[in-house]
Nanobody
Framework: QVQLVESGGGLVQAGGSLRLSCVVS????????MGWFRQAPGKEREFVAA????????YYADSVKGRFTISRDNAKNTVYLQMNSLKPEDTAVYYC?????????????????WGQGTRVTVSS
């Protein structure tokens, strides 16, 4: 059973920073393609960022490009999301996700495992 546990959310003022972490159980973390998604109240879950198995390739939603950075440490079974220059519209529950196979990196349906989410609130 693969488990994903996010942490690092909280309340921050606009312009501030947070770093989210997601620890993945199991020995095969390095084989997973990892993604971060978010869901704001009353909205659908949306893609934020993704990273391939060795961190050599990353993808970002246009809304976070230049402000957020996804990275991973395979020795620690952890994927990170560094969020800078936060805006009130970044307020959401953030989820990390893992997948074995292919499919669209920005589609939630392509991912096999999900964490429980961590809440980020950005005040204006």
């Amino acid at each position: 059973q693969v488990q994903l546990v996010e942490s690092g959310g909280g309340l921050v003022q606009a312009g501030g920073s947070l770093r989210l972490s997601c620890v993945v159980s199991g020995r095969t973390f390095r084989l997973y393609f990892m993604g971060w998604f978010r869901q704001a109240p009353g909205k659908e879950r949306e893609f934020v960022a993704a990273i391939n198995w060795n961190g050599g390739t990353t993808y970002y939603a246009d809304s976070v490009k230049g402000r957020f950075t996804i990275s991973r440490d395979n020795a620690k079974n952890t994927v990170y999301l560094q969020m800078n220059s936060l805006k009130p519209e970044d307020t959401a529950v953030y989820y990390c996700a893992a997948r074995h196979g292919g499919g669209a990196y920005n589609s939630a349906s392509s991912y096999d495992y999900w964490g429980q989410g961590t809440r980020v609130t950005v005040s204006s």
